[in-house]
Protein backbone atom coordinates (compact mmCIF):
# COMPACT_ATOMS: atom_id res chain seq x y z
CA UNK A 1 0.00 0.00 0.00
CA UNK A 2 1.20 3.49 -1.35
CA UNK A 3 2.25 5.88 1.69
CA UNK A 4 2.13 9.86 1.80
CA UNK A 5 2.91 12.56 4.22
CA UNK A 6 3.62 16.72 4.75
CA UNK A 7 6.92 17.04 6.67
CA UNK A 8 7.56 21.25 7.55
CA UNK A 9 10.94 22.17 7.65
CA UNK A 10 11.01 25.29 10.38
CA UNK A 11 12.49 27.04 12.71
CA UNK A 12 13.48 30.64 13.47
CA UNK A 13 15.56 32.65 10.33
CA UNK A 14 18.84 31.40 9.22
CA UNK A 15 18.16 28.20 10.44
CA UNK A 16 18.72 26.12 7.95
CA UNK A 17 15.68 24.76 6.48
CA UNK A 18 16.29 25.78 2.91
CA UNK A 19 19.77 23.70 2.71
CA UNK A 20 18.61 20.95 4.29
CA UNK A 21 15.59 21.18 1.25
CA UNK A 22 18.01 21.27 -1.02
CA UNK A 23 19.82 18.55 0.59
CA UNK A 24 17.21 15.86 0.90
CA UNK A 25 16.31 16.61 -3.03
CA UNK A 26 19.55 16.89 -4.27
CA UNK A 27 18.27 19.63 -5.80
CA UNK A 28 19.01 23.18 -5.52
CA UNK A 29 15.45 23.73 -5.38
CA UNK A 30 15.19 26.54 -2.36
CA UNK A 31 16.66 30.04 -2.27
CA UNK A 32 19.73 29.75 -0.02
CA UNK A 33 21.47 33.29 1.22
CA UNK A 34 23.66 33.85 4.62
CA UNK A 35 21.22 36.97 5.00
CA UNK A 36 18.28 36.35 7.55
CA UNK A 37 14.54 36.23 6.20
CA UNK A 38 15.33 34.92 2.83
CA UNK A 39 12.12 32.57 2.76
CA UNK A 40 8.88 34.71 2.12
CA UNK A 41 6.33 32.26 0.66
CA UNK A 42 6.69 28.37 1.63
CA UNK A 43 8.80 26.15 -0.75
CA UNK A 44 7.34 22.62 -1.36
CA UNK A 45 9.59 19.68 -2.54
CA UNK A 46 8.47 16.34 -3.64
CA UNK A 47 10.24 13.32 -2.93
CA UNK A 48 8.96 10.13 -3.95
CA UNK A 49 9.88 6.55 -4.44
CA UNK A 50 8.34 2.98 -5.58
CA UNK A 51 5.95 2.97 -2.19
CA UNK A 52 5.75 6.88 -0.77
CA UNK A 53 6.05 10.26 -1.60
CA UNK A 54 6.81 12.89 0.46
CA UNK A 55 5.92 16.71 0.13
CA UNK A 56 8.42 18.80 2.24
CA UNK A 57 7.52 22.26 3.02
CA UNK A 58 10.39 24.78 3.49
CA UNK A 59 8.43 27.51 5.49
CA UNK A 60 9.21 30.95 6.63
CA UNK A 61 11.34 31.30 9.33
CA UNK A 62 9.19 32.13 13.03
CA UNK A 63 10.28 35.79 13.76
CA UNK A 64 7.93 38.63 15.64
CA UNK A 65 6.54 40.58 12.65
CA UNK A 66 7.79 44.19 12.58
CA UNK A 67 5.71 44.85 9.34
CA UNK A 68 2.44 43.66 7.18
CA UNK A 69 4.99 41.33 5.07
CA UNK A 70 6.61 39.78 7.94
CA UNK A 71 2.86 39.28 9.20
CA UNK A 72 1.86 37.52 6.41
CA UNK A 73 5.31 35.73 6.55
CA UNK A 74 4.28 34.35 9.52
CA UNK A 75 0.91 33.20 8.96
CA UNK A 76 1.57 31.25 6.02
CA UNK A 77 4.66 29.43 8.61
CA UNK A 78 1.92 28.88 10.96
CA UNK A 79 -1.02 27.61 8.57
CA UNK A 80 2.30 25.11 7.15
CA UNK A 81 2.31 23.74 10.77
CA UNK A 82 -1.15 23.14 10.76
CA UNK A 83 -1.02 21.17 7.59
CA UNK A 84 1.99 18.95 8.36
CA UNK A 85 1.98 15.59 9.54
CA UNK A 86 5.03 15.72 11.07
CA UNK A 87 7.20 18.77 11.55
CA UNK A 88 11.30 18.96 11.70
CA UNK A 89 11.97 22.19 14.14
CA UNK A 90 15.92 23.20 12.79
CA UNK A 91 17.49 24.62 15.80
CA UNK A 92 21.51 25.25 15.77
CA UNK A 93 23.69 22.66 17.67
CA UNK A 94 25.82 25.05 19.22
CA UNK A 95 22.80 26.69 20.72
CA UNK A 96 20.91 23.41 21.75
CA UNK A 97 19.05 22.55 24.19
CA UNK A 98 16.30 23.90 21.74
CA UNK A 99 13.77 25.34 23.13
CA UNK A 100 10.17 23.76 22.62
CA UNK A 101 8.74 25.25 19.20
CA UNK A 102 5.20 26.12 20.84
CA UNK A 103 7.47 28.79 22.97
CA UNK A 104 8.07 30.43 19.76
CA UNK A 105 4.36 30.70 18.54
CA UNK A 106 3.02 31.43 21.78
CA UNK A 107 0.14 33.09 20.04
CA UNK A 108 -0.24 30.26 17.52
CA UNK A 109 -3.46 27.84 17.67
CA UNK A 110 -1.91 24.03 18.54
CA UNK A 111 -1.14 21.93 16.23
CA UNK A 112 -1.30 18.04 15.60
CA UNK A 113 2.04 17.36 14.03
CA UNK A 114 5.08 15.12 15.65
CA UNK A 115 7.67 17.52 16.50
CA UNK A 116 10.90 16.38 15.50
CA UNK A 117 13.94 18.52 16.51
CA UNK A 118 16.73 18.51 14.29
CA UNK A 119 20.30 19.68 15.17
CA UNK A 120 22.23 22.12 12.45
CA UNK A 121 25.81 23.10 12.15
CA UNK A 122 26.45 19.51 14.31
CA UNK A 123 30.39 20.13 12.86
CA UNK A 124 30.76 23.17 15.38
CA UNK A 125 29.81 20.85 18.60
CA UNK A 126 32.06 17.56 19.81
CA UNK A 127 31.41 14.08 18.48
CA UNK A 128 30.03 13.83 22.48
CA UNK A 129 27.58 16.40 22.47
CA UNK A 130 26.38 15.31 19.39
CA UNK A 131 26.11 11.72 20.86
CA UNK A 132 23.87 13.49 23.82
CA UNK A 133 21.32 15.44 21.28
CA UNK A 134 20.55 12.58 19.96
CA UNK A 135 20.33 10.82 22.49
CA UNK A 136 16.73 12.81 23.30
CA UNK A 137 15.65 11.57 20.05
CA UNK A 138 16.77 14.25 18.20
CA UNK A 139 19.02 14.58 14.71
CA UNK A 140 21.97 16.36 14.75
CA UNK A 141 24.88 16.84 11.87
CA UNK A 142 22.52 16.77 8.54
CA UNK A 143 25.45 17.66 6.12
CA UNK A 144 26.62 14.40 5.04
CA UNK A 145 24.57 12.33 2.66
CA UNK A 146 24.68 9.34 4.65
CA UNK A 147 22.65 11.76 7.64
CA UNK A 148 20.52 12.76 5.30
CA UNK A 149 19.72 9.53 4.04
CA UNK A 150 19.31 8.11 7.69
CA UNK A 151 16.41 11.19 8.33
CA UNK A 152 14.96 9.89 4.75
CA UNK A 153 14.44 6.98 6.12
CA UNK A 154 12.91 7.52 9.80
CA UNK A 155 10.39 9.89 8.17
CA UNK A 156 9.23 7.50 5.37
CA UNK A 157 8.80 4.46 7.75
CA UNK A 158 6.62 7.05 9.93
CA UNK A 159 4.19 7.64 7.18
CA UNK A 160 0.92 6.77 7.54
CA UNK A 161 -1.31 4.78 4.02
CA UNK A 162 -2.43 7.17 1.57
CA UNK A 163 -2.15 7.76 -2.04
CA UNK A 164 0.17 9.97 -3.96
CA UNK A 165 -0.80 13.24 -4.75
CA UNK A 166 0.94 14.52 -7.30
CA UNK A 167 3.32 12.09 -9.87
CA UNK A 168 5.97 10.43 -9.10
CA UNK A 169 8.42 12.60 -11.26
CA UNK A 170 7.11 15.99 -10.38
CA UNK A 171 9.89 17.74 -8.05
CA UNK A 172 7.66 20.46 -6.88
CA UNK A 173 4.15 21.87 -6.21
CA UNK A 174 4.59 25.03 -7.12
CA UNK A 175 4.42 26.24 -11.00
CA UNK A 176 7.56 27.18 -12.75
CA UNK A 177 6.95 30.93 -12.34
CA UNK A 178 7.21 30.85 -8.92
CA UNK A 179 11.17 29.82 -9.24
CA UNK A 180 11.44 32.45 -11.29
CA UNK A 181 11.41 35.09 -8.86
CA UNK A 182 13.02 32.93 -6.27
CA UNK A 183 15.91 32.80 -8.00
CA UNK A 184 15.82 36.37 -8.88
CA UNK A 185 15.57 37.30 -5.24
CA UNK A 186 18.40 34.69 -4.49
CA UNK A 187 20.78 36.64 -6.68
CA UNK A 188 19.26 39.78 -5.28
CA UNK A 189 20.62 38.85 -1.83
CA UNK A 190 23.89 37.98 -3.29
CA UNK A 191 24.37 41.10 -5.11
CA UNK A 192 22.37 43.74 -3.28
CA UNK A 193 23.98 44.63 0.74
CA UNK A 194 22.22 45.98 3.61
CA UNK A 195 18.20 46.28 3.65
CA UNK A 196 17.94 46.33 -0.37
CA UNK A 197 17.30 42.51 -0.88
CA UNK A 198 14.09 42.77 1.68
CA UNK A 199 12.82 46.06 -0.67
CA UNK A 200 12.76 43.60 -3.55
CA UNK A 201 10.30 41.50 -5.27
CA UNK A 202 10.40 40.13 -8.74
CA UNK A 203 7.18 39.83 -11.12
CA UNK A 204 7.01 37.14 -13.88
CA UNK A 205 5.39 39.23 -16.84
CA UNK A 206 5.59 36.89 -19.29
CA UNK A 207 6.69 32.84 -19.54
CA UNK A 208 6.89 31.08 -23.18
CA UNK A 209 7.78 27.36 -22.60
CA UNK A 210 6.95 26.68 -26.26
CA UNK A 211 9.90 28.74 -27.26
CA UNK A 212 13.60 27.62 -28.09
CA UNK A 213 15.77 29.25 -25.71
CA UNK A 214 12.30 29.52 -23.32
CA UNK A 215 11.53 33.35 -22.78
CA UNK A 216 10.75 34.86 -19.84
CA UNK A 217 9.98 38.75 -19.03
CA UNK A 218 10.14 39.45 -15.56
CA UNK A 219 9.86 42.99 -13.55
CA UNK A 220 12.09 43.42 -10.58
CA UNK A 221 10.30 46.03 -7.68
CA UNK A 222 11.61 48.16 -5.42
CA UNK A 223 10.52 50.32 -2.87
CA UNK A 224 12.39 53.89 -3.82
CA UNK A 225 14.05 55.69 -6.63
CA UNK A 226 17.47 55.65 -5.20
CA UNK A 227 17.15 52.25 -5.14
CA UNK A 228 16.40 51.15 -8.86
CA UNK A 229 19.70 52.82 -9.20
CA UNK A 230 21.80 50.30 -7.09
CA UNK A 231 19.74 47.29 -8.79
CA UNK A 232 20.66 48.55 -12.10
CA UNK A 233 23.87 49.11 -11.42
CA UNK A 234 26.78 50.97 -13.35
CA UNK A 235 26.14 50.09 -16.93
CA UNK A 236 23.70 47.47 -15.79
CA UNK A 237 26.06 45.29 -14.71
CA UNK A 238 24.60 44.66 -11.30
CA UNK A 239 21.10 43.88 -13.54
CA UNK A 240 22.88 41.60 -15.56
CA UNK A 241 24.53 39.65 -12.50
CA UNK A 242 21.08 39.40 -11.03
CA UNK A 243 19.90 37.85 -14.41
CA UNK A 244 22.63 35.51 -14.77
CA UNK A 245 22.31 34.47 -11.34
CA UNK A 246 18.37 33.62 -11.76
CA UNK A 247 18.82 31.98 -15.70
CA UNK A 248 21.61 29.74 -14.28
CA UNK A 249 19.33 28.11 -11.31
CA UNK A 250 16.42 27.96 -14.12
CA UNK A 251 18.33 26.03 -17.11
CA UNK A 252 19.86 23.73 -14.58
CA UNK A 253 16.15 23.05 -13.14
CA UNK A 254 14.45 23.27 -16.17
CA UNK A 255 17.18 21.29 -18.17
CA UNK A 256 17.02 23.63 -21.16
CA UNK A 257 18.11 27.28 -21.89
CA UNK A 258 16.45 30.24 -20.81
CA UNK A 259 16.55 33.98 -22.42
CA UNK A 260 15.18 35.74 -19.27
CA UNK A 261 14.61 39.50 -19.81
CA UNK A 262 14.61 41.54 -16.87
CA UNK A 263 13.14 45.05 -15.83
CA UNK A 264 13.33 47.57 -12.79
CA UNK A 265 10.49 49.65 -11.29
CA UNK A 266 9.68 51.41 -8.30
CA UNK A 267 6.71 50.05 -5.92
CA UNK A 268 6.29 52.35 -3.09
CA UNK A 269 6.32 51.10 -0.07
CA UNK A 270 4.98 47.65 -1.37
CA UNK A 271 6.38 45.61 1.92
CA UNK A 272 3.43 47.03 3.96
CA UNK A 273 0.46 47.39 1.12
CA UNK A 274 -1.93 44.78 1.27
CA UNK A 275 -2.98 45.19 -2.16
CA UNK A 276 0.53 44.98 -3.50
CA UNK A 277 0.52 41.59 -1.39
CA UNK A 278 -1.81 40.19 -2.37
CA UNK A 279 -0.49 40.58 -5.52
CA UNK A 280 2.41 38.87 -5.01
CA UNK A 281 1.60 35.99 -3.39
CA UNK A 282 0.41 36.41 0.05
CA UNK A 283 -2.93 36.45 0.74
CA UNK A 284 -4.72 37.85 3.71
CA UNK A 285 -6.05 35.31 6.45
CA UNK A 286 -8.75 35.56 8.77
CA UNK A 287 -6.76 35.93 11.70
CA UNK A 288 -4.97 38.82 10.71
CA UNK A 289 -4.44 41.55 13.17
CA UNK A 290 -3.19 44.05 10.71
Not at 1 to 7: K, L, T
Not at 15 to 38: C, D, M, R, Y
Not at 125 to 130: I, K, L, W
Not at 252 to 263: D, N, S
Given at each position: ???????????????????????????????????????????????????????????????????????????????????????????????????????????????????????????????????????????????????IDALVV?????????????????????????????????????????????????????????????????????ERESQK?????????????????????????????????????????WRRSAA???????????????
Amino acid sequence: MPRFGRIALAGRPNAGKSSLLNAILGTHLSLVSPKAQATRLPVSGILSDADSQIVFIDLPGLLEPAYLLQTRMRQLALGGLRTADVVLFLHPAPEAPAPPLAQLIPDAPPFTADVITVYTKGDLVTAGRRQELEATGAVTSVTSQRSIDALVVRLRAGLRPGEFQFPADDLATQPMKFFVTEYLREAAFDALEDELPYAFIAEVDEYREERKPVYIRATLYVERESQKGIVIGHRGATLRKIGTHARVRLEALLGEQVYLETWVKVLPGWRRSAAALARFGFPVTADEGD
